[in-house]
């Protein structure tokens, strides 16, 4: 059976007495950094057989531990912090375990999306997450605009290094969109800082320190019925059905689908 669980993301308090036993009767752990996780572990009293599990030998443990799995041995799976899979490593022996028949488990725990969701104060019944950021300009630029149409709250990581640079990015795409930035959460240092784009994109005007997750209020664009228009037709111009793009559109917009599959005519 393989096992994905859950970790804190910062507090080593954070996690589930289910993830506890199962951290305790694996036979094996795999961790993407076993010198983290070992700190985890002696936090609860826990001794485990740890293995290095990370994007840069993922595959080679896959192909070692799959028949391991297929055997039977009970193998615990996990990263530095939250969900594995979720943008951390995780997904290739899921992947293979389910293809293989082998039982996979999930067990829960903190997530930094959903913490950072509620900390910024502008969840809104729907939310995207989007992974990191984008690294090059061109790419954050176009996310900027296509999330501007969303009727969505975006949750978004980024690293303390290039933080200043997405937040003056998105400040000059839309420097009255509401942002907050949640720093090193659960932790002693926690921080939430929220506002406008331009006056976050201020305060950040230096890389900060520790982890950061970034939310994004909806855009803009959302209330602008002209905007959802054009999303489809620029959805149909490249080949999507026309009843697919008002659809699509619709859901994110708020923009009524009848109106915008008509207006496409």
């Known amino acids: 059976m393989l096992s994905i669980c859950a970790t804190p993301i910062g507090n080593l308090d954070d996690i589930t007495l289910r ?11 795999l961790a993407e950094d076993t ?28 192909a070692e531990f799959l028949p391991r799995l297929e055997a039977g041995e009970r193998i615990a799976l996990v990263t530095d912090a939250g969900m594995p899979a979720v943008s951390d490593p995780g997904a290739r022996i899921v992947c293979a375990a389910l293809d293989a028949g082998v039982e996979v488990t999930v067990l829960p725990g903190p997530s930094a999306v959903e ?22 300009a061109g790419e954050r630029d176009a996310l900027w605009r296509e999330t501007a149409a969303w ?14 640079a997405s937040l003056r990015s998105l400040a000059a795409f839309d420097p009255e969109r509401e942002v907050a ?9 926690e ?11 201020a305060r950040f005007a230096e890389p900060p320190k520790g982890e950061i997750t970034l939310v994004l209020g909806p855009g803009d664009a959302v209330s602008d019925p002209a905007v959802a228009r054009e999303a489809v037709a620029d959805l149909v111009a490249a080949g999507t059905p026309r009843r697919v793009a008002a659809d699509v559109v619709a859901r994110l917009t708020d923009t009524p689908r009848n109106e ?6």
């Open 19 to 29: 993830v506890l036993a199962e951290l305790r009767d694996a036979d094996v752990v």
């Open 35 to 62: 010198r983290h996780t070992r700190g985890l572990l002696e936090r609860h009293g826990i001794r485990a057989r740890l293995v290095s599990y990370h994007e840069h030998n993922e595959a080679a443990r896959v």
């Open 115 to 136: 913490t950072a969701l509620v900390a910024s104060g502008l969840a809104c019944g729907r939310y995207a997450f989007v992974g990191f950021l984008p690294r090059k």
């Open 151 to 164: 009727c969505a709250t975006v949750v978004a990581f980024e690293s303390p290094r290039r933080l200043p």
């Open 181 to 189: 930035v949640c720093r090193e959460l659960t932790k002693r240092f």
């Open 191 to 201: 921080e939430v800082v929220r506002g406008s784009a331009a006056e976050v994109a």
């Open 260 to 265: 915008l599959y008509r207006a496409s005519l």
